[in-house]
């Protein structure tokens, strides 16, 4: 590990307490910086992920920000979604995985652009 892995998980760790995709963030630094294949990256972010998100969960439960009916409906056809997602892509080209993961990214910055 070095310092950069270092300081790019406490900067992706800042951005997921706060809701804004930190792990996302996190994929890009692997795969563009270190050089990771897509597929590996995508099962360190998921790991990565576990306890980011239950550390930041528990703040936003303690202040009383979530959804619960929310959480339930979108719940349970998102893991249904991301189980068969995973199964897929273990069978896609890693760089077709990487190009598809640009164009998503690209497109939603640019509506975030355009937006506001």
């Not at 597929?39 to 936003?60: C, E, K, M």
């Not at 979530?66 to 760089?95: E, Y």
């Amino acid at each position: 590990m070095s310092l950069k892995d270092f300081l790019a998980g406490l900067i992706c760790g800042v951005l997921s307490g706060c809701g804004i995709g930190g792990g996302s963030l996190l994929l890009l630094y692997m795969t563009q910086l270190r050089g990771m294949e897509q597929a590996a990256a995508q099962g360190v972010n998921l790991l990565y992920f576990l306890p980011t998100s239950s550390a930041a969960l528990i703040s936003h439960g303690k202040n009383r920000l979530i959804d619960r009916k929310l959480v339930l409906m979108t719940a349970l056809p998102g893991m249904a979604a991301a189980a068969l997602s995973a199964f897929a892509a273990a069978s896609v080209n890693s760089s077709i995985l990487r190009r598809l993961f640009g164009i998503f990214y690209t497109a939603v910055g640019v509506k975030m652009f355009i937006k506001k």
